[in-house]
């Protein structure tokens, strides 16, 4: 097994694992959290398309579209706790 097919196999099946957790988990912060697995599993499979081989050099398109996705990534999540919080605080109040 090739190290590109390994990582895509990884990231497959951490796409399904955060996938399940994303449609079974009842507390907001772990859905969150488990679309985040989901959003990782879909960057490692970009990464292991864009890999040659150890003879040439890598694809740079998918590895420049992770990269631009760990940032999307990151504010995303960031709003999404955000408003976690605030839904917490409304459900407290009431």
Do not use: K, Q
């Not at 990582?7 to 912060?29: D, R, S």
């Not at 772990?30 to 985040?36: E, G, K, P, Y």
């Not at 081989?53 to 955000?82: C, E, F, K, N, Y």
Request: charged content about 10%; aromatic content about 8%.
């Amino acid at each position: 097994m090739s190290s590109g097919l390994f990582f895509a196999v990884i990231g497959v099946v951490l796409f399904i694992f955060g996938l399940g957790g994303t449609l079974l988990a009842a507390h907001v912060v772990r859905r969150i959290l488990a679309l985040n697995l989901a959003g990782s599993g879909v960057f490692l499979l970009l990464v292991a398309w864009g890999y040659r081989g150890l003879d040439s050099a890598p694809d740079p398109i998918p590895h420049a579209l992770v990269l631009t996705g760990i940032v999307v990534a990151v504010s995303t999540t960031a709003l999404a706790l955000v408003l976690a919080v605030r839904l917490a605080r409304e459900r407290t109040y009431e």
